[in-house]
């Protein structure tokens, strides 16, 4: 069985990032990742999907996304561009791959997969959040009839039509389905606050830099508590639903009966639907077996995504935790960059030269 120097896990865009940086190392690497073909999570999100900056503004590093027809690329557009990248620097990648479990075995991590068993030195888990949508555990959800889905398998409105559906969630998925939805279905949104809308000339490339200033305690020209990058951008679906003035978010019900929720005054009122838009965990479970977990997180080194309790493991791209803004596209880059440079530190010096 070959080994590796390193095995990413993981092909999308983080698993990707990663790649990009190693081209110029010697180190032996192999991508392992559970598509059919190039996307990531991508594949797996809704039909009408609209990214929030414009192409220059959503590239990974060292070759640009083509400009898009739109301003703000689709799905499909972003799709083909990743699927460009990869061709464009021949990453190595095994397609149809599932990691299973990961274990140390004579100071080599055994990572066993639906296509056998890998051997590499090093590892960098870049799996993402996409396998693990975050429902929250409303009393009596067991109880109703109707149909619940999370926004992971949302993909259009072909069996909504005409229903009655509830949209929980107040992020950019949560705005952008209710804005599709609204239209075919009667659609009601609900979020635990007000939604923060941003103003119409603020998008991606620049609720971005405001959120890197304030998360660096950089000084900021818009108010901290105004803008996050869980705040909704205001593309084209999202500013015609605010004409239409379905923009209206009611605050959580308190639990489930049979056909629909109980508000808090009492009131129960029917649904034919619930779309979840309330997030992701981090995708981990490959490395239950590493013991590395604690609270669905890794714990790193301070300012590095290796773990602190295995020091051959890197984890790039589920969020904060792995560097500020490392589950975007846009930011993603920078920790990836970060993340090589300690793997080729770690094996000149702890393994010796290449």
């Known amino acids: 069985m070959k080994q590796y120097d390193l095995i990413i ?13 190693l081209r110029r190392s010697n180190l032996d690497y192999l991508i392992l990742d559970n598509q059919s073909k190039p996307g990531g999570s991508w594949l797996q999100t809704w039909d009408s999907l609209k990214l929030f900056s414009p192409s220059e503004y959503s590239s990974l590093s060292g070759w640009g996304m083509p400009k898009t027809e739109q301003e703000y690329p689709s799905k499909t557009a972003f799709i083909a561009y990743l699927t460009a990248y990869e061709n464009r620097y021949d990453f190595p990648i095994q397609r149809d791959t599932d990691v299973l479990t990961v274990i140390k075995e004579n ?7 639906s296509k056998g068993i890998f051997y590499s030195k090093a590892l960098v888990s870049a799996t993402g959040t996409a396998r693990k949508p975050f ?3 409303y009393p009596d959800r067991e109880q109703f009839i109707g149909e619940q889905i ?17 949209v929980v969630g107040a992020g950019n998925s949560g705005a952008q389905i209710l804005a599709e939805v609204s239209k075919d279905a009667f659609a009601k949104w609900v979020t635990l606050e007000e939604p923060n809308f941003l103003a119409d000339d603020i998008d991606g490339r620049h609720l971005f830099a405001q959120a890197n200033d304030t998360y660096f305690g950089k000084t900021d020209t818009v108010p901290s508590s105004k803008i996050a990058l869980s705040s909704i951008v205001m593309v084209p679906s999202v500013k015609e639903a605010r004409e239409r003035k379905v923009l209206h978010a009611v605050r959580p019900f308190k639990s489930f009966y049979k056909d629909g929720v109980v508000w808090d005054n009492g009131d129960k009122e029917p649904f034919d639907a619930i779309i979840w838009c309330t997030g992701f965990k981090a995708n981990l479970d490959h490395l239950t077996a590493l013991t590395v977990i604690e609270n669905n997180q890794v714990k790193t080194i301070e300012e590095s995504t290796r773990s602190a309790l295995e020091p051959k493991l890197w984890l790039v791209g589920y969020g904060n935790w792995t560097g500020f803004a490392s589950a975007t596209i846009y930011g993603v880059g920078k920790t990836a960059r970060q993340t090589v440079k300690e793997i080729q530190a770690f094996f000149n010096t702890e393994l010796g030269p290449l």
């Open 9 to 21: 896990i993981g092909g999308g865009q983080a698993g990707l990032s990663v790649a990009y940086f």
């Open 107 to 113: 100071d080599l991590f055994k990572i066993e997969t």
């Open 135 to 137: 429902i929250p555990n």
């Open 150 to 166: 999370h926004s992971l398998h949302y993909r259009n409105t072909d069996d909504l039509k005409n229903k009655k559906v509830l």
